[in-house]
């Protein structure tokens, strides 16, 4: 069975280019698309979809708190920002709130792909937001996290790379390791910073608590 996706995006043009193009070579299955994010909630139960794709500003509602209402029902669903906003403040909102991705509208010709890399454990994200996230972390490194320090050479090597964006596939391919080796030292970072994403990695790591 194909990937659900759930989209948000208010823009009724370019919401049907999302779904045109995400539905051309049968990848993924739109379920649904809607113009705002209201009953974000109700949606998401009732489309359990795999991946969401979600604007910022919309009419009645917000992505970014739309993000963090859907997380109070499904904490799994992969989320990926997909807006004209770069700033500071949204990229690391966005994050805090459990978005899994953030990709510019600009880019549009990155998110089919990034869908795919999402659900493979991926953290897709715009060049120039990646470089804005890699921005936050200095800004709280006196902080000191007992956990961090319990991450080995190779664990926080990878979780430079979650940082970055890579894929589990990347990953592997930089480090000249198997996936499966990747998904072990991934899973002994969550365990060790307690949380459940590589989001919630960064998001741990940047406020160093």
């Known amino acids: 069975m194909n990937p659900k996706v759930l989209i948000y995006e208010d823009n009724e043009p370019l ?13 993924v299955a739109v379920v649904a698309a809607f113009t705002d994010a209201s009953s974000v909630k109700k949606d998401v139960l009732a489309y359990t979809p ?21 997380r109070t029902v499904n904490k799994e669903v992969a989320v ?30 990155l998110l089919q792909a990034s869908i795919l ?19 936050f972390i ?22 430079d790379f979650l940082v970055k964006g890579y894929s589990y596939k990347m990953l592997a391919a930089q480090l000249a390791i198997s996936i499966e ?14 949380v459940n994403s590589a989001t919630e990695a960064l998001y741990k790591v940047s406020q160093g608590k």
């Open 80 to 109: 990926l920002m997909f807006t004209v906003f770069e700033d500071d403040e949204n990229v690391f909102n966005a994050i805090c709130a459990g978005a899994n991705g953030y990709i510019l509208k600009s880019n549009l010709e």
């Open 181 to 194: 080796t990747v998904r072990v030292h991934i899973k002994s970072i969550y365990r060790k910073l307690h």
């Open 50 to 70: 795999d991946v969401i794709i979600m604007d910022i500003e919309m009419p009645h509602s917000n992505g970014v708190d739309a993000v963090k209402e859907l």
């Open 15 to 27: 919401r049907d280019s999302v779904v045109t193009m995400l539905e051309w070579d049968n990848s």
């Open 138 to 159: 200095p800004k709280y490194e006196t902080k000191k996290d007992p956990n961090l320090e319990l991450l080995s050479k190779r664990e926080n090597e990878i979780l």
């Open 117 to 135: 890399d999402v659900l493979n454990g991926g953290a897709p994200m715009s060049g120039t937001i990646a470089r804005k996230v890699l921005g």
